[in-house]
DNA sequence: AGTGCGGCCTGTCCGC
DNA sequence: TGCGGACAGGCCGCAC
């Protein structure tokens, strides 16, 4: 499911092949996304120039001068690159004509994803306004976490997967943030002292730009005609390893219970 | 205000 | 072996 590193490679993998660049049509193959995608994307995007591709939290930002294409790939959504021409699959629902005899394809089985087009400045968009700040920007450290934390009694781990408090931090590296920096996921948010959110935040940038690094190496095939982007394997340490793993530090077996309606996997002896 | 939960959707996996 | 059902997951939006 693309994460935030994911999303980020994806920009990274798109950014060349549109900005400077027009699309010259949309095609809506099937509007019923998470939300219906709007007709004023087909009808306003085309013959814009893409000033810049974005990201915020796990949304991706188009800009042209007339507006913004905001995609969201939700839990199974990928870009494809694929030839002008070729039908689409089950599962593809949308595609952006880039003039050139080829196409970027959106294909995303479950539909979580989005694709909406605002014609104002989309961070003050209902669904970018009160993103907190970006995990691996400047506005995002230990000391920001403690103060908002104050008084709050939920879980740790919903703590921080809450938009509002950091943008874009999944389920798989709240898990791994939260292991990096020993603490206990479902430790009351507001009874956790500054010096160990300013591991927490640490252990956050850390495990995502390493999943970010490690991504960029299979930039070279990203978007490729022959399938998904590829979604990286940065070796997770706890997330995945529920059922009868041991902790890589003390050979503890991992403990797997449902956080905030999440699976939440962790080290009952190291996280604390 | 903060918290918790329902709902959207389908591929995968598990148990029978 | 085949089938049905539970589950996962991001995240909005509602209810308390």
């Given amino acids: 499911m693309p994460e935030l590193p994911e999303v980020e490679i994806t920009r990274r993998g798109i950014e060349p092949l549109l900005v400077g660049r027009r699309v010259v049509a949309v095609r809506v193959y099937n509007a019923r996304l998470r939300w219906p995608v ?3 994307l087909a009808r306003r995007l085309p013959g814009r120039e893409i000033h810049s591709v974005t990201r915020r939290a796990k949304y991706l930002l188009v800009g042209t001068d007339a507006g913004t294409l905001i995609l969201h790939l939700g839990m199974s959504g990928s870009l494809r690159l694929v030839p002008e021409g070729l039908p689409p699959e089950r599962h593809e629902h949308l595609d952006f004509a880039l003039g050139d005899r080829r196409v970027l394809r959106l294909r995303d089985p479950r539909r979580f994803g989005a694709a909406l087009w605002t014609p104002r400045d989309p961070l003050i968009h209902p669904l970018l306004r009160h993103l907190g ?13 403690h103060r908002m934390a104050r008084g709050r009694r939920a879980a740790v781990k919903t703590f921080i997967m809450d938009g509002r408090v950091v943008a874009g931090v999944g389920n798989i590296y709240a898990n791994e943030a939260l292991y990096r920096a020993g603490i206990h996921p479902a430790r009351a948010a507001g009874r956790i002292a500054l010096p160990r959110y300013e591991r927490l935040a640490g252990a956050l940038r850390e495990v995502l730009a ?3 690094l490690q991504g960029g190496t299979t930039l070279r095939d990203f978007v490729s005609s022959d399938g998904a ?5 940065i070796r997770l340490r706890v997330y995945g390893k529920g059922v009868g793993g041991a902790c890589e530090r003390c050979g503890t077996v991992l403990a797997s219970r449902v956080i905030g309606q999440r699976s939440s996997v962790y080290c009952p002896r190291c996280q604390r």
């Fill in 210 to 212: 390493e999943a970010i």
């Fill in 133 to 145: 700040p970006e995990p691996l920007g400047p506005d995002f450290d230990g000391a920001r976490l």
């Fill in 38 to 40: 709007p007709r004023a």
């Fill in 229 to 233: 982007p590829g979604y990286f394997s």
